[in-house]
Structures are given as structure tokens and as C-alpha cells.
């Protein structure tokens, strides 16, 4: 969470530097796009038989994999873009840039004879940056280390375990930067006492802390396997592009 807190407020509404290494990608997935469809408007006016091709098992999956793939790492991105330009747009003149994140951690303590307590502990960080508004700079992502690391082929799946852009990204302050100021809280405020055998009681309690955070020194590398239904629908296709129809090729 403190990386991710400080990779937010560093990066700026707008990472001009990573948008301007991927535009040549960019641009040439709207070509290949555009071709396609106009292909695809061809082939339905001219009523051939391709018009109608239906996929059939390998055909199928190959297809399925590069629609999601291109909507996930293309198409996604690229809307992303536009929203951070519009923000970009909004935020340009502010002088201060703030993130909170927030995680449950669920605890489960012996406390022996039979006897255990549970609940979960509220971690709360809070960063903010504040911005020289002299700079022509402002509120804009010019990481390079960053950009090189987002740049490299399948990083993404790097980031699903060890979260690389974030540290990077919390390791640089931006250049408008002229002053960085973090919080991390934790709060108990309900623990429950359970007996094997005469059952459990909620206790209502109140137990919180707060630490002032050093950005330069309070950043982590800790692996954080991060996985939703839309990563392992990454990792099968990309499973199925780089290993399985390969192999499938290689048999037939």
C-alpha cells in the first residue's frame, strides 16, 4: 500500500513519458485494426464465403485469446489515456496531490486453554505531494526508470507477484516536487473471543495508531500476488499464445 500511495501521487494525472514510448505501438495497432475492419466490410459486400468462415476449435481459442488480449493491453490502455488527459486537464493547476489506500487484514491469535481471539486490522496510508506551479512539469509522469520497466515485454506478468512499477514509481519524485508527506494508520475496532466450547462474544474495541512516513526510506519490495478473474484470464491466454499452440502446432 505505501508504494502503491507514493507510485500515485509521483506519477502525476498524466504519464506523458510512458504514453510517448508505447505511441509507435499505439499507432500501429489502430492501423492494423482499421485494415481489419475494412477487410471484414469487403469481404461482407462482396458476399463471399470468407464472409461466413466460422472458427472451429484451435481457430477458436486463437481468436478468442487475441480479442481479449488486444481489449485488455490495447484497446483498455488506450481509454485509460483519455481519462488521465481529461483529469489532467482538471487537476493541472492545483498545488497539491493526495492518495489513500486502504487494506483489511484478518488476524487469528491462540490465546490458549481453548480460547482464540479474531478480527481484522484496518491499515490505512495517506500520502500527499506538493507541487511547484512554476513548473512546466506539473502533475505530469516523467519516470524514465518507469517507462523502461513498462516498456519491457510482459512486465505486466512481473507485476502480478512483485509489483515493480509501483516501487519505481515511489522511489522518484517528480521534478515539480517540493515537498512529500505520507501517514500510515492501524485501527482494531472489533475483535471477537471464541471458546471451543461455550462459543464465541464480540468485543467492541478502539485500538489505533498512526506513523509518519519517510517516502525515501519507508517504500517496500514485497511480492504481492495480486490475481482477479481478468489476470487469469490473462495468464490462460497468454499461456495459450506462448506455450500451448505451439506445442499443438508442433504435434499436428
Do not use: C
Not at 516501487?167 to 471464541?194: E, M, N, W, Y
Amino acid at each position: 500500500m505505501v508504494n502503491q500511495a507514493l507510485d500515485e501521487i509521483n506519477s502525476g494525472a498524466y504519464d506523458l513519458l510512458t504514453e510517448l514510448g508505447e505511441l509507435p505501438e499505439t499507432i500501429s495497432y489502430v492501423y492494423s485494426t482499421l485494415r481489419r475492419i475494412i477487410q471484414a466490410f469487403l469481404l461482407v459486400k462482396s458476399k463471399e464465403a470468407a464472409a461466413r468462415k466460422k472458427f472451429k476449435g484451435a481457430e477458436l481459442i486463437d481468436e478468442l485469446t487475441s480479442l481479449w488480449m488486444q481489449f485488455r493491453y490495447a484497446v483498455g490502455p488506450m481509454a485509460y489515456s483519455v481519462a488521465d488527459i481529461l483529469e489532467y486537464m482538471n487537476v493541472s493547476n492545483r498545488g497539491y496531490v493526495t492518495a489513500r489506500k486502504r487494506e483489511d487484514v484478518p488476524f487469528e491469535i491462540d490465546l490458549g486453554n481453548g480460547f482464540t481471539m479474531s478480527g481484522d486490522i484496518e491499515h490505512r496510508v495517506f500520502a500527499k505531494l506538493r507541487v511547484d506551479l512554476t513548473s512546466q512539469t506539473r502533475n505530469l509522469g516523467l519516470n524514465p526508470a518507469k517507462t523502461l520497466w513498462e516498456l519491457t515485454p510482459l512486465s505486466f506478468v512481473v507485476g502480478w507477484v512483485l509489483p515493480i512499477g509501483d516501487i519505481l514509481g515511489a522511489l522518484v519524485p517528480p521534478s515539480s516536487a517540493l515537498q512529500t508527506a505520507a501517514t500510515h494508520s492501524v485501527r482494531i475496532r472489533k475483535v471477537k473471543l471464541i471458546h471451543k466450547d461455550y462459543g464465541n462474544v464480540n468485543v467492541d474495541v478502539d485500538i489505533y495508531q498512526n506513523n509518519v512516513i519517510n517516502p525515501s526510506v519507508d517504500w517496500r519490495i514485497l511480492p504481492d500476488v495480486s490475481m482477479n478473474w481478468k489476470r487469469v484470464l490473462d495468464a490462460l491466454s497468454l499461456s495459450w499464445m506462448l506455450f500451448i499452440k505451439p506445442l499443438w502446432k508442433s504435434r499436428q
